[in-house]
Each structure stands twice: as C-alpha cells, then as structure tokens.
C-alpha cells in the first residue's frame, strides 16, 4: 500500500507533530526549561507558517491532492485559507505571552498553546473537508477545546461562565447541524461533497436539512439570529482567546460554509440566495446598531465582530469567482486589523488591571502614543477606510455584490459602514480627545506583543497596496 | 516620474519628514519648504500645460496609467485638463497660506502630519481620471478632518466633527454605490473616466447612478438639505482647516458632480437635472438669509459658503458653455476668498478671543492692516467689480439667463436675490466690527498682523485681484476644457 499520498496532508502531520512535541515538552521539563516554552511554541509554529508557503515559493503543488477518496481535499484555495489561519494564529501566540506570564496561568502555560493547536487542526479539518462526515468531525474538534479555552482562567467567574455558555451552544449547535446532516443524507444519499452536487434535486427534505446545516454554522459564525452568544463569550473569554475566537474561528466557519454552498449547493443558488441574503442584511445592521451602546471594549468588538461576519457573507452571497476571491481577501485583512485592536486591547488591559472598559482607553494617545496609533490604525482599516486595506476588502466584497446586480444589499451595506464609522470613532476619541480620570503613566508594551502589532500594522498598511496578493487570490478562486 | 504624481508624493515626503522632525523650527522649515515647492509645481504644471496644449488636442494630458489590481481594471491614472490644472493652483495655493496661518499651534507635528494627509487627498483627487483612485483620495481628504477638529478646533467641536465625518461618509457610501455602479453599467472594462465616457451607460441605470453620485459629491458641495455639517464644521475647525476645507475641499464636491455624474451621464441629468437645481437654488437663497442672522464670524462666513458653493452647482446644471465657465471661475474664487475670510476671522479671534459680532467694534483702529484686507475680502464676496466675485458670477448669471424657459429663468432670478442679500450680510459685519466705537475696552492695543499672517492674507489677496483683474488668464484655462462635457451634454 502506497501511504505517500498521505504528504497531501501535510500541513495537519506538521500541527500534530508540533502539537506532540510541545505536549511531550511541556510534560517533562524542568521549572528553568519552561522560560523557554514561549520561545519554542511560537518559533516551530513559525516554521509551520512559512512550510505552508513553500509551495508558492518553489512553485510546486507537493500538497495539493485527495486522501481517503474524497474525504480529505487539499488545493490552492485550502493552503491559502490554511495559511491565513496559521497566520493569525501566529500573531494570537505572540500576544498571549504576557497574559500567560502573569499569575495563576504561568504554570499552565503549555496547556493553552496544545489546546489551541488541536482546535487548529479541526479548523483545517474543516476547510479541507470533502465530506460532511469530515467537516462535522473538524467542527467538534476545533469546537470542544475551545471551550477550554475560553474558561481558561477558571478562577474568574466571567471566564468560566464564558465557558459554559460556550460549551452549550457549540453542543447545541453541533446538535442542530447533525440533524440536517441527516437530512440531507436521507435526501440525497451520500455524505461526498461532489456525489451530492451531481445528485443535487430539490426537496422538502434537503431544503430543510440545509437550514438546519447553516443554521448550525451560523452559530459558529455568529450570524444573527445565532449571535446571542458572542458577547458575554468574548467579554467573558482572555482577551487573546476573544482575538482567537474572532479571527480564527470565525474565518474557518466561513471558508466552510463557502465551500459546502459553492461545491455541493451550487446548482440551487435560489435557495440558498435570499436565505443569506436576509441573513447578511440584518447581520450587518444589528451588529452594528448594538455595538453602538457597548461600554466595555470586548463586547464592542463582539458586535463588530458580528457585523464584520455580515460583510463575509456578502462574498458568497455572489456565488462567482470574483465572491470568493473578495471573501478569502477580506478574511485576510480582518486579521490583520482585528488582532490589531485585540493586541492593543490586551496591552492596556493587562496596564490597567483587567479593566476592559471603553473608558479605560481615555487619554491614551497622552500615555502610549504609539498604541493609540495602531489602535486608530486598526479601527480605520475595520471601518473600511482608505490607504488602510479594510478599505480594499470592503470594496472588492462590494464589486463582487456590484457584479452580481445585488443593488439593494449593496446600498445597506454602504450605508452601514457609515453606522460602523460611528462606533470606530469612539473609540478614536476616547484616546485622542478624551483626558483619562487618573492619571495613567506611560508604559511599555511586552516585546513580542510589540512584534505581533507590528506584523499587523505592515499588514494593515501593505495588504490593500501590494495588488498581486489579490490577484493572486483570484487566480485560484472558482465559482458556483 | 510624471509631474502630476509629484503632487501626491510632495506631502508624502514632508510626512516622513515631518515624522522625525523634533523641534518647532525643522516642522516650520519642512511645512514652508514642502509648500513652496508645491506652489512652485503647481505654476510649472500651468506653463507646461500651456505649452502642450498648443500642440497637442487631446483632452487629458500628462497623462500616465499604472495597473493595479488588473482583474477589476483598477488603475492609478493620472491626467490633467485645464479645469483640474485650475484647481490644482487653487489647492496649493490654499494649503500654502495654510501653513502660515497655523504658524503657532499646538501639538505642531501631529497637525501638520493630518494637515498633509489632507492634501495628499486633495491633491490625489484633482489628478485621478480613474474613478476608484479618485474615490480613494477623496476619503482620504475625509478623515483626518475628524482628528484636525476634534483635537485643534474650538467649541462644540467634538460634535462638529463627528458630524462633519459622518455626514460626509454617507455621502461617500452614496458614492461608492454610484462608482461600482457605474463600472458595471459600462461593461465592467474600464475604470477610466475618459473611456467610461466613451462608452455609453444605458439609461435605466443611470436614472439612478446619476441621482446618487450627484447626492454623494453634493453633500460635500453643500447640497441642501445636506449642507449642515458645513457651518458646525467650519466653525470649530481650526483656522487653517477651515481654510483648506471651505476653500479646496468643498470643491471636491461640485468637481466630482461635474467631472463624474454629469460627464458620465448626461441623459440622466438632462432628465433629472431640475432636481437638484431646485436644491441648490434653495441653497443659495436660504445660506445667504442663513448668514444674515448669524452672530458668529465664522458661522456667518460658513453660510455664505454654503450660499456660494450652491451657486457653484446652480452653474453647473445650467449645463451650458457661459454658465459651467462660471461655475468654475466661482470654485476658485470662492475657494480663494473664503480662505482668506477664515485666515482673518482666525486672526482676529487669536487676538480678541471672541467671533461673536456684537462683542466687537472699531477694529479698523486697532489692527488696520486685517480690517483692510477683512473688507477687500468682503468687497470681493459681495462681487465688487475688479476683483474675483464680481468675474465669477457675472459669467454665472448670464450663463443661466441664456436657458430659456420659465423654470430656468425663474430660479436665476431667485438666485441673483443672493447678490442683494450676500450686500446685507457682508456689509453689516465689516460695519458692526470694523467701524464704530471700539466695545471692548481689552481690545485697545492689540497687535496687528503677524508677518506670517500678513504673508498667508497678501498672498491670497493678490490671487483675488489677479482672478478678477485678468479673468482671461484662467477662463483661457477652464474654457476649452469644457468643450468635451459640453458636447456630450449638447449631443441629445
């Protein structure tokens, strides 16, 4: 038996190693060699990172195949979206450090790199799913240890309860999806994302188990109506598990659910259209009117983070090339600019002793002008404005809609950049215009903090500018 | 490198160098240098396009085109016509005296830093002729309002600028509807402003790209109703961002519905036109009243613009040669003259700490050298002949009074009631503040004008008196340019 075709694969082989490898670290080393766990994870994840690239560098497909006949796809597009993923996982790795160097976390800092590299590889799962056997198997195990995650500092109430409140609607949501997975398999019988496009009819049956498959991803991706989640999970989560939560998580929901209604729901477009349609219209629109009251600065970002969901949805809602070329480009830079703001988030919280409030930015362009900086950086980029590349992917979202004719969904969503441009700004003004009440000394930032926002402010600015990146993106996308 | 890129990177440059200045002098020497030169590229642009104008028909020159994101025909082109070289003078006129009239502000390096990025969009924006690009500098000559206000600027100011910003995005959202738009009802091929005018915009689409962009550009060029970001703004602005905001930047808007909505689609606005020219004539007449009741200089000068900027777009819906002329003309004279009415009301608050009228008088006794230039200026809005207000909407009114029909000549009537009423206000100013008895007794002894104010007020006096001294030299300028919009306005 030939196993070589198992090498397609190897992006998972290379997180299971290194997922080993740290775990069997982790376990047996001494008091003095775990100072260096920080240093080990984050460099062999580096490696990690740029491994996905090497097929691009040397312009070779090494990676790209079938495993288990169907199961497990691998292409262009997956190593991409893979890459995306170890990317912001990267600079999550990179902001963490200090939180986990402080108190009860310091010993079980091992704990929270193994858990987040297995959800990773249930991420990878998913977007390489050619089944939805696959794809259910990847969501659970992306799903469960995030749970861990989020109750990572168990003894504060906010993050376990943050934990609870997950672990439920993840079981309640995998629930929901299994069930129209069962549907759709009565339906249409097969699990095969491509045997179920060639037998693709119409029935009550499949209709149904499609809204139940995408009302559980919707969980994930928390569209509204599924968002009710989101906010006490990321207020109540460590701030670098919200960044990961937000970016991470969120993004490979969407490559998801881009591949399962491109590849087998193609043909029936019309079904799945207005759906999402409605879905992306009020998504957008709630998440920003109740982002608009928040005070405390994850909850914000929750909201924010809901609506920046709706701005994803427009990309499949096109349904063509030029959608999902729009979509991955926007993930892409919503990394960047979100882990941007969480970055900032987490420097000034740890500054200001865990207080997450709006307020507790006032006046920080007087005490650390360099944060503010990144901050506005990053909120410009988040409501779409130019040079920065939000501007970029918020437009090139909109012109896939543009191609499509949606006249309408595309007027709402302009319209709501200008409600999100509201909220951006306050938080602008709170560290430019507003004194702080105490007097906050300057501070500095942990080094590799500094490192992460520096990768993210060059991606900020350098994304939008550099065109090849997007038309490279565009080069392997498909259409329905 | 092509001379009007040179435009864009000039301010880059004096960012980064500003970005390491360390003391107030290197941030002066760098803001004076920078905007020397860009004074200087800006007369060098208008003697070489002369020069190739004369040898060469085509209706953009310098052209040069760099591809960006080929796969959605997005490029960065730059070109210029007679109209846009106009402006380009304005721009670095405006953001050279600019410089002088913020010579002592506070947190200097963060202002001129902002205060660059603004023009690097305005200057952007008056070179683009492809739509995205020139979308993309017009936002970029947004935002930084919001810092430049709510950090330097006085009063409600907070409030102004968030409303300014918000205001002006909606209209930009209109617009990035308006632009996808159109791109994809010319065949999706090009982004170029020049070829989408060759092609033709089927005209169920533009019944309502055409509405939209002129709404999006409009809500910069004051639109009522979607003129009251205007006086908020300008009031809590800072001096020189008012000057740059009423002077240049409002001009994007009636440039953007010129060069965009009306150029590209002329059928709509034949159709629609009498719209908007309902609007602007509203205006016009209701910024002029709105200035008459204002006690606030600065207020009153902000109404005034609105009722000016509306004449802009009034002009240009007119949509004949005589009347886009004028409207042209009166975008530079504005720009220019209310420049130096924000330049002044900045000087004279510096000193007296108050704009309210009613709390001045007799200033021409205590700092003749602003109160003289303070009533040139109001001479020249109020349309003196021999000076710039006077050429401007001169051309204007006999633009319009050559439409014939009742509508049309209704609404010019209208509008010329704004001459009668821009007297009253402008007059009962320089009256109440000028002359008189002196109110207040703390004003006695204040000093005249700075030699840095003096050189920002002189230099935008002699671009006032040389636009209406020799009106030739810039409708020679703007004249021919029109030639294509008119033709296809005229080819129905």
């Known amino acids: 038996m030939d196993f070589s075709n198992f090498l397609y694969m190897g992006q ?90 402080t108190g009860e976390t310091l010993h079980r800092q091992g704990e929270f790199y193994t858990i987040t590299l297995s959800t990773l590889l249930g991420m990878y799962l998913m977007v390489s799913a050619g089944n939805f056997m696959m794809l259910y198997v990847g969501m659970e195990t992306a799903s469960l240890p995030l749970a861990c995650l989020t109750a990572f500092n168990k003894y504060k109430e906010q993050s376990a309860e943050a934990g609870v409140k997950y672990i439920l609607i993840s079981a309640l949501s995998s629930g929901v999806m299994l069930f129209g997975l069962s549907f759709l398999y009565g339906g249409l019988g097969s699990m095969y994302f491509a045997d179920m496009a060639a037998g693709m009819q119409l029935s009550t049956l499949t209709v149904l188990g499609f809204v139940f498959f995408l009302g559980g991803l919707g969980f994930k991706l928390s569209l509204v109506p599924f968002h009710l989640w989101t906010a006490d999970v990321y207020e109540g989560a460590p701030t670098s598990v919200t960044a990961y939560l937000s970016v991470v998580s969120k993004g490979a929901a969407a490559f998801a659910l881009l ?221 329905v | 490198m092509n001379i009007l890129s040179l435009f864009v990177l000039v301010p880059i440059l004096m960012m980064i160098a500003l970005f390491f200045s360390r003391d107030m002098k290197t941030i002066r020497t760098v803001m004076v240098a920078g905007a020397s030169i860009l004074v200087i590229l ?51 006129i405006i953001v050279f005296t600019g410089v002088f009239s913020s ?12 205060y660059c990025l603004l023009s690097v969009g305005v200057f952007g924006f008056f070179i683009s002729i492809d739509l995205f690009t020139m979308f993309m500098f017009y936002e970029v000559a947004l935002i930084p309002m919001y810092l430049l206000i709510g950090l330097w600027g006085t009063g409600r100011k907070e409030y102004s600028a968030m409303k300014l910003t918000l205001m002006l995005m909606g209209g930009s959202a209109f617009l990035m509807v308006g632009i996808v738009g159109i791109y994809y009802a010319s065949g999706h091929e090009t982004m170029n402003l020049i070829e989408i005018a060759q092609r033709h915009i089927p005209i169920e689409f533009q019944r309502w790209l055409f509405p939209i962009t002129f709404l999006g550009f409009g809500v910069l060029g004051a639109l009522f109703p979607f003129h009251t970001w205007s006086p908020d703004g300008h009031a809590s602005a800072p001096t020189a961002v008012s000057m740059l905001h009423a002077g240049v930047l409002m ?143 001169m051309t204007i009114f006999v633009g319009a009074f050559q439409n014939t029909g009742v509508f049309y000549t209704a609404f010019t009537v209208v509008a010329c009631c704004s001459i009668v009423i821009t007297a009253v206000y402008i007059l009962r100013t320089v009256g109440k503040i000028l002359y008189g008895p002196i109110q207040d007794k703390h004003h006695i002894g204040l000093p005249d004008a700075a030699w840095y104010e003096k050189v920002s007020v002189v230099v935008l006096i002699i671009g006032i008196a040389f636009l209406g001294m020799y009106p030739s030299g810039a409708s020679n300028l703007i004249y021919d340019s029109l030639t294509p919009i008119i033709s296809k306005l005229a080819l129905l």
């Open chain 1, 12 to 101: 998972e082989i290379g997180l299971l190693i290194l997922f080993v490898i740290l775990f069997l670290y982790d376990t047996f080393c001494t008091a003095n060699g775990r100072k260096y766990f920080q240093t080990i994870a984050v460099s062999g994840f580096a490696v990690l990172t740029l491994y996905g690239f090497l097929p691009q560098i040397c312009n070779q497909s090494f990676l790209v195949g079938e495993v288990f006949g169907g199961m497990y796809v691998s292409s262009d597009m997956t190593i991409l979206m893979k890459n995306i993923l170890n990317m912001a996982t990267l600079i999550v790795f990179l902001q963490s450090r200090q939180w986990l160097q």
């Open chain 2, 42 to 92: 800006a007369t060098a642009l208008t003697v070489m396009f002369f020069q190739e104008r004369a040898v060469s028909d085509a209706e953009m020159l310098f052209v040069s085109s760099f591809k960006w994101y080929p796969s959605l025909n997005i490029s960065y082109t730059v070109g210029v016509d007679g109209i846009s070289v106009a402006m380009l003078c304005l721009s670095a």
């Open chain 2, 251 to 393: 001009k994007l808007g009636g440039y953007g519905c010129f060069r965009v909505a009306m150029y590209l689609m002329p059928e709509a606005a034949h159709e629609l036109g009498w719209i908007f020219l309902i609007l602007t004539g509203i205006s016009v007449v209701y910024g002029a009243f709105s200035a008459v009741v204002q006690t606030d200089l600065k207020y009153i000068n902000a109404y005034s613009s609105v009722s000016h900027c509306g004449l802009v777009l009034f002009a240009l819906l007119m949509m004949n040669r005589t009347a886009m002329t004028g409207a042209i003309m009166q975008m530079l004279s504005h720009g220019l003259m209310t420049a130096l009415f924000f330049a002044l009301i900045g000087l004279i608050y510096g000193r007296t700490h108050t704009r309210d009228i009613r709390e001045m008088g007799g200033l021409m006794k205590i700092m003749p050298f602003a109160a003289v230039c303070y009533v040139i200026a109001g001479l020249a809005s109020l349309g003196l002949p021999g000076l710039s207000g006077f050429v401007a909407e």
């Open chain 2, 103 to 114: 010579w002592n502000m506070p947190m200097p390096k963060e202002f001129f830093l902002w």
């Open chain 1, 259 to 479: 591949f399962v209604l491109y590849q087998v729901f193609g043909k029936v477009l019309g079904v799945w259209e207005p759906i999402l349609w409605w879905l992306a219209a009020i998504t957008i629109t709630l998440g920003n009117l109740f982002a608009i009251r928040q005070t405390d600065i994850k909850r914000f970002f929750a909201f924010s983070s809901i609506s920046q969901a709706g701005y994803i949805i427009l990309g499949i809602i096109s349904a063509s090339d030029q959608g999902m070329a729009a979509l991955v480009f926007y993930v892409l830079v919503y990394l960047f600019s979100n882990l941007a703001a969480f970055g900032v988030i987490a420097a000034v919280e740890q500054q200001s002793n865990g207080d997450t409030r709006i307020a507790a930015f006032n006046g920080l362009y007087k005490s650390n002008p360099k944060l503010a900086t990144v901050m506005t950086l990053a909120v410009f980029s988040l409501g779409g404005i130019p040079i920065f590349a939000g501007f970029f992917s918020k437009l090139y979202i909109f012109f896939s809609l543009g191609a499509q004719g949606q006249w309408i969904l595309f007027f709402i969503a302009a319209l709501n950049t200008v409600i999100s441009l509201f909220y951006y700004l306050l938080i602008v003004k709170a560290m430019w215009f507003q004194e702080s009440a105490e007097n906050v000394s300057s501070f500095k930032t942990d080094t590799s903090n500094r490192i992460s926002l520096v990768l993210c402010t060059a991606g900020i600015i350098a994304v939008g500018l550099m065109s090849f990146i997007y038309e490279y993106i565009q080069t392997i996308s498909f259409g």
